[in-house]
């Protein structure tokens, strides 16, 4: 079985140096990029299967790297791999393209496993997360079934849109549409929008 091809993105040396070191014999990696443009430019060379980026990253942000990354057409499997611990930047990294968002305070262990996931199609989010409320395991939550408006809705939701601009673009009111959400956190036991989308995610519900 072929190893998984992966490319780090971390200007912090040591710190890569450690991940270089604790990942060599999993994985096949195909080197460190130190800022954003490097990474860009390395993920079009390399066309790896995995990246693992920081969030805070010289010349340009992880966001905006993963951002040309997608636009250049790349199909990599994109985790951040970062220290903020910030629903919003959860939420962010998956609308620009990222297949998962883990802590660096991590086990090694569950990093590993992120890999795999993301590169087995799946997505991740690391259960550090103290800002996203742990909510139904994935198990349960797949029982609630939601309705062809809901997915839609959920979709929308996903992509940054705000609950008038999604009621504009079904053309319903927004009032149904927030009615919308509030079923679908109901079904799925959450409590907030990042909760949401970190559950959908897992579920597949939303791409």
């Known amino acids: 079985m072929e190893r998984i091809r992966l490319l780090l993105a971390d200007d912090h040396v040591m710190f890569a140096q450690g991940l270089e070191s604790l990942l060599g014999d999993e994985f096949e990696l195909l080197g460190n ?3 954003g443009e490097e990474l860009v430019a390395a993920a079009m060379r390399l066309q790896p299967d995995v990246i693992l980026v920081d969030i805070s990253m010289p010349v340009l942000n ?3 790297a993963v951002r040309r990354i ?3 057409g790349s199909q990599a499997r994109i985790i951040f791999l970062t220290m903020h611990d910030d629903e919003r930047l959860v939420a962010e ?3 620009c393209g990222g297949s998962g ?3 660096k305070q991590a086990a090694g262990d569950e990093l590993v496993h992120a890999i795999k996931a993301v590169a087995g199609g799946n997505n991740y989010v690391s259960p550090l997360l103290t800002n996203v409320p742990v909510g139904p395991s994935p198990v349960i ?3 609630k079934n939601l309705t ?3 997915r839609e809705v959920l979709e929308l939701i996903s992509r940054g849109l705000t609950m008038k601009e999604i009621a504009a673009q079904l053309n319903i009111s927004t009032r149904t549409a927030e009615s919308h959400k509030y ?3 109901q079904a799925l036991g959450v409590e907030t929008t990042a909760e949401l989308l970190k559950y959908s995610l897992r579920l597949g519900l939303i791409s």
Do not use: C, T, V
């Open 62 to 64: 992880g966001f905006d």
């Open 93 to 95: 990294a998956f609308r």
């Open 141 to 143: 939550a797949h029982k």
């Open 33 to 35: 990029a130190g800022n």
């Open 101 to 103: 968002y883990i802590l």
């Open 148 to 150: 062809p408006r809901q």
């Open 70 to 72: 997608r636009k250049g």
């Open 183 to 185: 079923e679908m956190m």
